[in-house]
Each structure stands twice: as structure tokens, then as C-alpha cells.
């Protein structure tokens, strides 16, 4: 079974009015992005609101990967 390492520190990119998630995931090499409007970043890093309540547009697999930096395959990897 493959290892998952927590991934530290987390990487974003702010540009043109965004947030966006980027990492490649360990299980399938495949790189795998999340992008948010900046002010819902803002909300939930600085103002330290919940992320359900900030992304509540986004699934929940697209809410851990912003959460933990776990994509879902990986996360999938670590809780089975």
C-alpha cells in the first residue's frame, strides 16, 4: 500500500481576483486543482469562518482538498 505524506505547507496561488488550489496527487500523479474566489479565501483564512459555510458551492471532496490538501483519491487512500 502507498504512502500518503501531509503536505506542508499548503500551496496556493492568488491571481486576477482568485484563489487556486494546485497539488499533484501521490496516487495518481495526476495534478489536481480547486479555484475560489479570492474574498471566499479571505473569508475562511483570515476570518476564520468554516469552509462548508465559505465554499458552499464547492463538493465536499473540493472542500477536504482545500481543508487537508488531500485530493480525493488520496483521501479515499488514507480513510479506507
Known sequence: ??????RHPRRYILHN???EFVET???TNKEYKVVVPFEDFRRWK???ELAH?????????ERE??????TP????HITS
Open 46 to 48: 483570515e476570518n476564520k
Open 73 to 76: 483519491e488520496e483521501f479515499k
Open 25 to 27: 496527487c501521490q496516487i
Open 53 to 61: 459555510k465559505v465554499f458552499d458551492y464547492l463538493n465536499a471532496d
Open 17 to 19: 481576483g482568485k484563489a
Open 1 to 6: 500500500m502507498k504512502e500518503v505524506k501531509l
Open 65 to 70: 482538498f482545500i481543508i487537508s490538501g488531500f
